[in-house]
């Protein structure tokens, strides 16, 4: 793996970048979409944070007493900034059903909003500082995920708890109104504490990465605020965060001058509880059981066909856990196919994993792995016992156009996650989020978005 030194000052471009955004630059539908990504954050936390990836670390975490000064989504009580950014961070992320973006191969919001959250109630910022930082670690964010594909990624690094790290650093660097060197000293901070593997999917250890890259970023705000030092040059030096983490070094990528909500606008909402690389095969898998009215004991094979980038990804042949059902084409296919709910949390147990019909269906798939595939297009085609066959495909990777309609997709989805645990609490909440923005602190909805009563 590459070590040399690249001459190319991103670190600072990024840091200069993220600290002169102001809340006036943001275009409308750049506040459009990131008010989208904060009420779907909220929908995923607050049922994620009853996961036992969350209460075993809060336990943990809440044992040893901290400064009360920053809420825990979805649970009672409050903690320190740096606590909460961990906790929230990985409840966020405990059901897999987050934001992506395929910048970065993996999930900007639940890297850059829990610090900002918890630095935002210890410093009073409004709702309007918080989109602004928002959107300036959501630049970089992308772009330093840019700057690294694709061998970071397929090199085994989980790009929402590395990469994440160093877009939260931007975002609470912006909120803590720290200049371009102190946001370039951030970021070198950020990069030095920036860890995640892929290998760790399936595990609890996944979620836990977006509540690193959380805490990372906040800390390392923190720190240079305070004068610590880092490298001002981290991303680009010889042993620096691309030499050591990647063999690509895309600083065109990373520094091109596209407009401010180019990347927000491309972000992905799920609509599936599961590995955001298994959408493209469960809409294509679903399009032909909806057209067709299949009866799942005529199917006699199922081809499935993906680019190679999913085979590290969410290639589990023979899922034991509901954790790990989540990374299996093949079993999320025979979901689809059999008419399970793939968009509902509670479908994906342990004992799913061992339903006769389901493994049945998953045995007959196999999977075919097309180069040059978009990162998230699939191909399903399923052929029965009398000869016919039905083939559909879906791009997973295409954004929504129309942003009117992605919101009410994701109003739809925040009251059926959130429904159940705050009742008459739901749309007070949603309309509260919907509105995000302006002079008022988080104050009002820290309280509606604390654990049911």
């Not at 190319?8 to 471009?13: D, E, G, L």
């Not at 009580?77 to 987050?98: K, M, Q, V």
């Not at 996944?206 to 705000?221: E, I, S, V, Y």
């Not at 923190?222 to 063999?247: H, I, M, N």
């Amino acid at each position: 793996m590459a070590r040399e030194a690249h001459n190319t000052p991103v670190t600072r471009w990024l840091a200069e970048r993220a600290s002169n955004i102001q809340r006036g630059d943001l275009p409308s539908d750049a506040v459009t979409v990131a008010r989208q990504c904060i009420l779907d954050w909220y929908a995923v936390t607050i049922p994620g944070a009853s996961e036992p990836a969350v209460t075993l670390l809060a336990d943990e975490l809440l044992e040893d007493g901290a400064a009360p000064l920053a809420s825990l989504v979805g649970l009672e009580g409050r903690t320190s900034p740096l606590n909460a950014a961990l906790i929230n961070g990985t409840a966020s992320h405990a059901l897999d059903f987050d934001d992506v973006n395929l910048a970065i191969l993996g999930h900007p919001t639940v890297a850059l909003l829990p610090g900002l959250l918890a630095l935002a109630e210890q410093t009073g910022a409004t709702q309007d500082d918080i989109l602004t930082a928002f959107t300036a670690g959501y630049e970089v964010v992308c772009r330093v995920g840019l700057l690294t594909s694709p061998s970071h990624y397929n090199h085994g690094f989980h790009a929402t708890s590395t990469v994440g790290s160093i877009g939260a650093a931007a975002a609470c660097a912006r909120l803590l109104g720290l200049d371009a060197e102190q946001t370039a000293t951030a970021l070198g901070i950020a990069a030095t504490k920036a860890s995640g593997l892929k290998s760790m999917f399936g595990t609890m250890c996944k979620p836990l990465h977006a509540g690193m890259a959380a805490q990372n970023g906040l800390m390392a705000a923190r720190l240079a605020a305070r004068g610590y030092t880092s490298r001002a040059d981290a991303l680009e030096c010889a042993q620096g965060f691309a030499a050591t983490q990647s063999v690509d070094f895309n600083a065109d990528a990373a520094m091109e001058g596209q407009p401010l909500d180019f990347h927000l606008k491309n972000n992905l909402f799920k609509y599936h509880a599961s590995c955001y690389l298994t959408h493209g095969a469960i809409e294509a898998a679903l399009a032909i059981r909806e057209k067709n009215g299949l009866e799942t004991a005529s199917i006699r094979t199922i081809t499935i066909s993906v680019p190679p980038i999913t085979d590290r990804v969410c290639n589990l042949a023979r899922p034991t856990t509901g954790l790990e059902a989540k990374f299996s084409l093949r079993l999320t296919v025979a979901m689809a196919l059999s008419g399970r709910n793939t968009s509902g949390i509670e479908t994906y147990t342990d004992e799913l994993t061992q339903e006769p019909e389901l493994l049945r269906l998953r045995d007959l798939a196999t999977i075919d792995f097309v180069e040059g595939y978009p990162q998230a297009k699939a191909d399903v085609e399923v052929t029965l016992d009398d000869g016919r066959s039905f083939k559909a495909s879906h791009d997973a990777g295409l954004p929504d156009a129309d942003l009117a309609r992605q919101g009410r997709k994701l109003e739809q989805k925040f009251d059926a996650m959130i429904e159940p645990l705050l009742g008459a609490r739901t749309s007070q909440l949603r309309v509260a989020l919907a509105g995000f923005g302006g002079g008022d602190s988080l104050a009002e909805i820290s309280e509606m978005a604390r654990g049911a009563q």
